[in-house]
């Protein structure tokens, strides 16, 4: 196994103890990759605490600092702060977080990035998501979709 993969499977496994789940194959990351300045973080985390979500600073090999967002209901995904951009981690098949927690985080991440107007991709690619799951061989999976609207709709 390659020391990406084992970082991956590291950061999925912590984040199992914080999403309930029982196994690294049902945690999935969706990362937007775009240059970022740490208060653009910053805004977003102030943001989403207006907008009645719970957020919880939490500890693991998330290779950034990590937010446990929560809403009124206790469905949960967890916020990675990276240099490279956003990193959501959701459990894959929690359809309720992927249609109510997800989009108000990317709506408020693609508002706080648009007033700052330092993109990195074209404004085509700009809504390009990655996204990285653990098979059932613990060997990473990656793939890429246009839109995060794309991946809810075919995981729903």
């Keep these: ?13 912590d984040a199992t103890k914080y999403l309930n789940s ?24 102030e943001g989403l605490q207006r907008k009645s979500l719970e957020l919880e600073e939490i ?8 937010w446990l967002v929560k809403d009124r209901d206790r469905n949960a995904v967890i916020l ?21 927690i997800i989009p108000m985080i990317v709506s408020g991440w693609k508002y706080f990035r648009s007033i700052n107007k330092r ?7 700009s809504d390009q998501v990655e996204i990285r799951k653990a098979n059932s061989k613990n060997q990473l999976e990656e793939e890429f979709v246009p839109r995060i609207e794309d991946y809810v709709l075919a995981e729903s």
């Design 1 to 13: 196994m390659d020391s990406r993969t084992n970082r991956f499977l590291s950061k999925f496994t």
């Design 22 to 45: 029982d196994s690294v194959q049902n945690i999935v990351s969706l990362k937007y990759r775009e240059a970022v300045g740490y208060s653009d973080y910053e805004r977003l985390i």
């Design 59 to 66: 500890h693991g090999n998330f290779q950034g600092k990590a």
């Design 80 to 100: 990675v702060e990276h240099e490279t951009g956003l990193e959501i981690l959701s459990t894959a098949a929690d359809i309720v977080s992927l249609l109510s």
């Design 119 to 125: 993109p990195r991709f074209s404004q085509d690619d």
